[in-house]
């Protein structure tokens, strides 16, 4: 596999979509020769499609690549399969993984990143829907939905935009406590938060974490105390959940 | 309806669960009479349900009111038959509403509060299951469940734990952003976002915003600049949805 999962879009200081993990995108796009990739649009609710996909063109023009939007195909299924890579938005991870369902994409995606090797790039719902289940997302189910499969890319749940703090006085439950909640229903099931400016790389069989801010991913299962991993420690074990 | 929905439990200075929402719910004992409250515990995965019980049993003891827990009971439709009022516990909203359409409770509840007008009194998962849906939860999927239609004892949608700033430096989406995503897909629903230390009364007919901290409600529309209440001020149409 050819994956590379981020926590979110932007980071103070890097004003481009994506640009904090451009060196890994890079990596990928060397590797696998990948020039022509599709956008997958749909957890965009805010803004325009059209912009979103000018925004990561921005950010690939630099690689020599080329980023149509899936939502300008006529026939999706196909675009995915002529495609070289696959990038995915951030957004409403609802939305996305139920469009995903309804247009019958999961499988044509997991098909091309399985077998044949093709990138995946997901950002925040780009990263939740990589995941077996979209549990671990920070988002309001704004429709009405089954909570379903996602691409079960990793076998591992992701909490993107993962943080530790609470805005001052503010009594709603910590992202920590919200994730001890997870594990308490799900305990066999190992949550990893990724901080904001952080992203996981599949390469082949082999995970790496990459900080391009120095914060530190945390492992949390059940009834263990959460575990602090730094950019180049070693987290294959994550690959045999 | 004798309705009490809080944005939260406990807010800085009032240590007790619903300490600052007492007066309004002396209100509501004093006109029903009621005595005996089932607690609705499910949503509590962190902490036990009895220790749940025992928390809102010192809050209601200042009123002379008898606390007993739903899960203590046998028979739960029937528990919640006999029962003068009904309490529903915060905590992880989806673990909620879903043990609720399992135990075959919303109708019963409904029931108990709008045809025979017991008191219910909600605090922020609480809260959320007395609308129409649960789509505006704050909280993690963490259980696989449809987006299930919820109590509807109000005809529109309460945000609880609102709040408008978001830690320094994070980038993920604001509240207010949220709110907009599920208003872009939901264009005729309003969205009442309730801060901390703040609740709605429900008596009769009529709908009352309670500030316990001066706090003010914020009402989203789709494409509507968000309007903002104080206590006191006249909230009626909201019940006209």
Known sequence: ????????????????????????????????????????????????????????????????????????????????????????????????NKTLHDLGLINVIRKAVITHNKPYIGWSAGA???????RTTNDMPIITSVVMNSLNLVPFQINPHYIEASPAGHNGETRDQRIEEFLAV??????????????????GETLNFISANGKSMKL?????????????????????Q
Chains 1, 2 share one sequence.
Not at 128 to 134: F, G, L, S
């Open 128 to 134: 939740n829907i990589a995941c077996p289940t979209i």
């Open 220 to 240: 949390f299962r059940h009834e263990v105390a959460a575990e602090v991993f730094q950019e180049d420690d070693n987290v294959q074990f994550l690959m045999d």
């Open 1 to 96: 596999m050819n994956v590379v999962l981020l926590s979110n879009g932007i980071i103070p200081g890097k004003n481009k979509v994506m640009e904090y993990g451009l060196e890994t995108i890079r990596k990928v796009v060397e590797k696998t020769g990948a020039r022509k990739f599709v956008l997958v649009p749909y957890a965009v609710i805010r803004a325009s499609h059209d912009d979103r996909v000018a925004a990561v063109q921005e950010t690939l023009s630099e690689l020599g690549c080329e980023v149509i939007g899936l939502h300008r195909c006529e026939d999706p299924v196909t675009a995915i399969e002529q495609a070289d890579g696959i990038i995915v938005s951030g957004g409403n991870t609802w939305v996305l």
């Open 186 to 203: 799900n305990r066999h099931e190992v949550v990893a938060g990724i901080p904001e400016g952080t992203l996981f790389h599949i390469d």
